[in-house]
């Protein structure tokens, strides 16, 4: 019943963060705080508290090494940083439990992305200079949770 409830919270979190994203390009620090809180509960009901340290820590590395690195390349900002905090809460409620998941979570979250500009490319003739990330990390994260065990 708690779970439940934790989990209409996440869904309650994750539908203000897309609205904010999409339309202000924008994930407030609230809204990541609040993540991670509901994290720390579900972590004290399951006892798992260092599987979710070590998800935070995992599943954001790539991002920070894209982050760095594609900032340094690109000479501009390729991702938010309210992204990366965004991605550090994620890893915090998927917990850590094999690279093979890390490594789906990242191609997802770029792949999604990836599909969605070439088919808005093909029918609109339209290229964004910045697209909402977030709503892809949310929709990797539901996708991870629901078909991670593949």
């Given amino acids: 019943m708690v779970k439940a409830l934790i989990y209409i919270f996440i869904s309650i979190i994750f539908i203000d963060i897309i609205i904010r994203d999409r339309r202000d390009k924008i994930i407030l620090n609230k809204s990541n705080i609040s993540l991670l809180f509901l994290g720390l509960i579900l972590s004290v009901i399951e006892k798992d508290f260092v599987e979710r340290i070590l998800g935070a820590a995992v599943y954001v590395l ?19 940083v309210g992204d990366i905090k965004l991605v550090i809460s994620l890893g915090f409620l998927l917990k850590f439990e094999s690279f093979y998941k890390v490594l789906l979570f990242v191609n997802i979250s770029f792949i999604i992305p990836l599909f969605f500009l070439v088919v808005k490319y093909l029918f609109f003739k339209k290229v964004d200079k910045e697209i909402a990330f977030g709503p892809f990390l949310i929709l990797a994260y539901i996708l991870l949770l629901f078909w991670g065990e593949i």
């Avoid at 790539?62 to 938010?80: A, T």
């Fill in 62 to 80: 790539p991002f920070i090494l894209i982050y760095s690195y594609g900032s340094d390349f690109l000479e501009k900002d390729c991702m938010g």
